[in-house]
């Protein structure tokens, strides 16, 4: 699957994996294990972005935990109005850009956000476009975590694999995050498996 192909998937998605499904099912175990993160390295002023924020399940979590400069990317113009309605506070207070981040995140200044963030999304990035996670570490001051699956789902990530496919229909690739990030300069502090995905928290250096 091209690039465009993949985005143009995700930008219409509706059903399983859309964002009425991630506000109807809330905040999870990662919701949890970010705030706690978040708790742990940054103050309550911290800028905050997360890419493919989806209608904000995470972030209306961290802005309970008393985070309030929070921006966030997604696809699916639909994420926004979904937002408006199941998390309005978040959707009154935050700033949120409707497309790509590989158009949306070039744009951000260096060190312009605290702390990066991603849930399930970098693993959907395009192998043409691995460039973006340059872009990441460059727009983030001090941390970038990741959640992704990393197989520990029995129905997905099989070991081996480098791609799989979400009900057989869009790609996820299968990278070494760890490997990712430190190779572009940042240390990884934390790994904390869950029953679907892992977080890792990488220090910016």
């Known amino acids: 699957?091209?690039?465009?192909?993949?985005?143009r998937g995700w930008a219409e998605r509706s059903g399983d994996y859309s964002?009425?499904?991630?506000?109807e099912s809330g905040?999870?175990?990662v919701s949890d294990v970010l705030a706690d993160v978040f708790d742990l390295y940054v103050d309550e002023d911290a800028a905050v972005l997360e890419v493919g924020c989806s209608s904000g399940r995470h972030l209306a979590h961290?802005?309970?935990?008393?985070?309030e400069n929070l921006t966030g990317v997604d696809l699916n113009d639909e994420s926004f109005d979904v937002m408006a309605e199941y998390f309005p506070r978040l959707a009154e207070t935050g700033t949120f850009h409707v497309g790509a981040l590989e158009d949306l995140v070039p744009e951000f200044d260096d060190d312009a956000f605290?702390?990066?963030?991603?849930?399930?999304?970098?693993?959907h990035v395009?192998?043409?476009?691995?460039?973006?996670?340059?872009?990441?570490?460059?727009?983030?001051?001090n941390l970038l975590v990741t959640a992704e699956n990393e197989g520990n789902s029995p129905e997905r990530g099989r070991e081996g694999a480098e791609v799989s496919y979400v009900q057989d229909?869009?790609?996820?690739?299968?990278?070494?995050w760890?490997?990712?990030?430190?190779?572009?300069?940042?240390?990884?502090?934390?790994?904390?498996?869950?029953?679907?995905?892992?977080?890792?928290?990488?220090r910016v250096l």
Request: net charge negative; no cysteine.
């Open 62 to 67: 961290l802005r309970e935990r008393g985070y």
């Open 27 to 29: 905040p999870n175990e």
């Open 114 to 123: 605290d702390v990066v963030f991603s849930v399930e999304t970098l693993q």
């Open 178 to 202: 760890k490997r990712v990030f430190s190779d572009r300069g940042l240390a990884q502090l934390l790994e904390e498996p869950g029953d679907r995905d892992t977080v890792r928290v990488f």
């Open 126 to 141: 395009h192998p043409d476009d691995e460039w973006v996670f340059d872009e990441l570490a460059r727009v983030a001051s």
């Open 169 to 176: 229909e869009f790609p996820l690739y299968h990278r070494n």
């Open 19 to 23: 964002p009425a499904y991630y506000a």
């Open 1 to 7: 699957m091209d690039p465009e192909t993949n985005h």
